[in-house]
């Protein structure tokens, strides 16, 4: 589980300059779980916009040159679209990034046999980071466009 971590009202711009007292945006908590398990999505992210750039939506104000390419939810929403090692399925598991759109993300922590699941976010609704079910993110966020997960081999 991940601790609370306050949310970064400037959601990492300027130079992210909360980052030393631990704000955290919705990306972050994805990115560190799976750093942690051993899974570089950002590196990933940064091989793949290198090879493929035509796998994303690349311009002015969204190009890797820029060190928040590798925060914003709507590449890793392209990435796990397009990249051969990645899914985009429609149900969830445990493990799995929901992606709500192209502008936020949740990591799932469970699922139970009835299908509901629970997930940990960074949302500025909450100020925080948290931990909620299925409802209450549907709720706020609208339904998943889908689950991201590393596909199996």
């Known amino acids: 589980a991940m601790r609370w971590l306050p949310y970064d009202p400037l959601m ?3 130079g992210d300059p909360l980052a030393p007292w631990g704000f955290v945006v919705c990306i972050d ?3 560190r779980a799976y750093r942690a398990a051993g899974v570089p999505l950002a590196a990933l992210l940064k091989e793949s916009a290198r090879g493929h750039p035509e ?3 690349i311009g002015p ?3 890797p040159d820029n060190r928040f390419f590798y925060r914003r939810v709507r590449n890793y929403n392209d990435l796990f679209r397009r990249h051969p090692a990645l899914e ?3 149900t969830p598991r445990a493990g799995d990034l929901a992606f709500f759109g192209r502008w936020h993300i949740a990591l799932v922590t469970e699922v139970a046999g009835d299908g509901t699941w629970r997930a940990v ?3 500025p609704r909450v100020w925080g ?3 909620s079910g299925d409802a ?3 709720g706020q966020w609208g339904p998943p466009e889908f689950f991201g997960r590393l596909r199996a081999r």
Do not use: I, R, T
Request: glycine letters at 4%; zero cysteines.
């Open 136 to 138: 209450y993110l549907v």
């Open 55 to 57: 796998w994303f939506k």
């Open 129 to 131: 980071v948290k931990e």
């Open 29 to 31: 908590v994805p990115l």
């Open 61 to 63: 104000d969204n190009s």
């Open 121 to 123: 976010e960074a949302s």
């Open 12 to 14: 990492g711009m300027y």
């Open 88 to 90: 985009a399925a429609p």
